[in-house]
């Protein structure tokens, strides 16, 4: 046991010896927003995607690119950029991607109203084979034979 | 022929997923192809004092800018394939060195050497970001205007190389 717990500690040791470089995250002057621009703020981060760890937003992400965008936008809502600016100037950079609900255009008609249209395929095609079910279960019933039947019967 | 509407749509929704499952998600279309690159000024690696350097300045010829950190594990992976394209191939390869002390970016480049004819600093990752970068190795390449031509995301390969890159590379100049 004490040779694992001598040769565990020379392993972490090594570790923390290692040259290891990091990645620089510049010290920023926080930015104070008013309590309306905090609003806005809060409300637009869970719409962002965050492009590293995509199923993350950009309000839950810890990772680097993620804080410094957090950054740049409060610093773009504190200068009086409207929503449409901020999310204009990620576009432009990373494209619709970043938006978790991107815009309703030509070019994502078919993200947005697809589902609609499946669902519309689906009726129809139920609607047509539920007719041809019936059309094949339900055969023409001759009431006066079915009542002769059970005239008969009832004698 | 009571099948054929059920077997078109199987076959049509096996293409659908082939497709759509062939594509990497972390590969993001750049919106700035066939935009002008995005405008810099940034300091030289081991550069004399106030020498900045502005997108303009790569004007003139083909180039092709590359991402990099000396924290980056991708960019090691693809530093020795950079190495042989500036050598055989005289890639005209422009660095940015992406949140990275210059002091560890100067030591990496010493170490694994140095492809680039000019390697810039973007300290802050303000120039990243204005580029769309969101992991490093990217590799962009520009044609002589400056204009943004193709985006590489992640390390540079053989495949890619020759595939994407050399060819546009090629019509560009």
């Given amino acids: 046991m004490k040779l694992l717990r001598a040769l565990l500690l020379l392993g972490l040791f090594s570790l923390a010896l290692a040259p290891v470089s990091a990645q620089v995250q510049a010290e920023k002057p926080a ?4 309590p309306q621009q905090e609003q806005r703020f809060e409300a637009l981060l869970p719409n962002l995607r965050c492009l590293v ?3 993350e937003s950009l309000a839950d992400s810890q990772a680097p690119l ?6 740049e936008i409060r610093s773009m809502i504190a200068k009086g950029a409207s929503d449409f600016q901020v999310k204009k100037y990620l576009t432009d950079r990373y494209g619709e991607f970043i938006l978790y609900r991107p815009a309703v255009n030509l070019r994502t008609y078919l993200l947005w109203f697809g589902p609609l249209l499946l669902l519309a395929i689906g009726l129809i095609a139920l609607y047509r084979f539920t007719r041809r079910a019936q059309a094949v279960a339900a055969p023409a019933v001759d009431e006066a034979a079915l009542r002769k039947l059970l005239d008969d019967q009832a004698r | 022929m ?5 077997v078109i749509v199987l076959l049509g929704l096996l293409a659908l997923f082939a ?6 998600p972390r590969e993001l ?7 002008s690159a995005p405008a810099f000024e940034l300091a030289v690696l081991g550069g004399e004092g106030a020498t900045r350097v502005r997108t303009q300045d790569l004007q003139g010829r083909p180039v092709l800018v590359n991402f990099f950190a000396s ?3 991708g960019c090691q992976e693809e530093h020795a394939y950079l190495m042989q394209l500036a050598a055989d191939e005289h890639a005209p390869l422009v660095g940015i060195d992406y949140k990275d002390a210059p002091a560890d970016g100067s030591a990496w480049l010493a170490k694994h050497g140095n492809p680039y004819q000019q390697v810039l600093l973007d300290l802050d990752g303000n120039t990243g970001i204005d580029w769309g970068v969101y992991g490093v190795p990217e590799t962009f390449v520009l044609d002589a205007h400056g204009t943004i031509i193709y ?5 540079m390969t053989v495949e890619a190389w020759n595939r994407d890159i050399k060819p546009r590379l090629q019509a560009a100049s």
């Fill in chain 2, 19 to 24: 497709v759509g499952l062939g594509h990497d």
């Fill in chain 2, 29 to 35: 279309p750049s919106p700035l192809i066939g935009k």
């Fill in chain 2, 71 to 73: 924290w980056c594990a």
């Fill in chain 2, 2 to 6: 009571r099948y054929a509407i059920p």
């Fill in chain 2, 151 to 155: 985006k590489h995301i992640g390390p």
């Fill in chain 1, 53 to 55: 760890c995509q199923n």
């Fill in chain 1, 31 to 34: 930015i104070v927003l008013t």
């Fill in chain 1, 66 to 71: 993620a804080l410094d965008l957090r950054y």
